[in-house]
């Protein structure tokens, strides 16, 4: 199969998969496109914005676009792609493929705002397009952070917290909904609270960081309102860190469906968790 049609029939697939979200959403009176984030947040309340520089952001937190546009309306919230095949849009969408295909450089940096740990596209949709739908883990960004006024709004005090520990990790993938659990995370990892990691921490970290990431998926999706970071300090409740990073994800899936009572009590705190196991998908023994 040639670069062309291969990147054709990709297209296709994702144009379909949109068609699909664009229903599921409708039908559940949910937002079909991506967020746009000056809907939202306004000057009012904003402290400052901060220059980051490039950064390899994590593509799984890109959540929307910075602005309203006609271009934002051409994505799916997931940001597949709307337009027919025979579009303009799906043929340069197609193109960027074709270079994917043919080992070419695609992924250069787009630029987006950073607001409460998540990311808003100023330019670079169709690159993002491409790169969600191959499932990329990456990728580079030109990242100015806003800075909210600091009120007590729980999801503000979260994003604090985080900006303490991202002076030490530089990780965006490290997002906690609890207080405390970063903590808990850097002595579970034989490292002192105020410890700050090194680029060869950072490596072996995300080395295993997948692993875990793709186990909670598979056993959760987002059906739970935590993160994986939660859902990681959990299991070293449990298990030592060593252990858990060579276990294979699908024993790691299993274990983190053993845990539900724990996870399901830090998703819904004001309910008690008893006898009824909730919805999760089903797993293949190997």
Partial sequence: MNSAKEARGKYLLANALAAKSLQKNKKQGLNVCPAVLNTFV?????????DLGLL??????????????????LYTKEFLPISAPDSEFANTWRGIYEKYLNHEEIFSEISC?????????????????????????TMKAQVVRIIPIRTDVKEVERYFDFL?????TQLYQLQFTQQGFFDQLQIALGKSVNYRWSEGDRSRFLMHWYTIEEAFRK???????????????????????????????????RIFQASWKELCALSLPELTVVGIKPQVPQLQTA
Avoid: C, H
């Fill in 219 to 253: 056993s959760y999706g987002e059906t739970l309102n935590i993160t994986t970071a939660d859902a990681l300090v959990v299991l070293l409740r449990k298990y030592p860190y060593e252990q858990i990073i060579r276990m294979e994800s699908w024993i790691l899936a």
């Fill in 56 to 73: 390899e952001i994590p593509v799984n937190l890109i959540a929307g676009v910075a602005e309203s546009s006609e271009k934002a309306m």
């Fill in 42 to 50: 306004d000057d009012r309340m904003i402290a400052y914005r901060l």
């Fill in 113 to 137: 705002y950073e607001y409460l740990g998540k990311f808003y596209v100023l330019d670079g949709l169709k690159r993002v397009s491409v790169t969600k739908f191959l499932g990329t883990r």
């Fill in 164 to 168: 303490g520990q991202y002076r030490l």
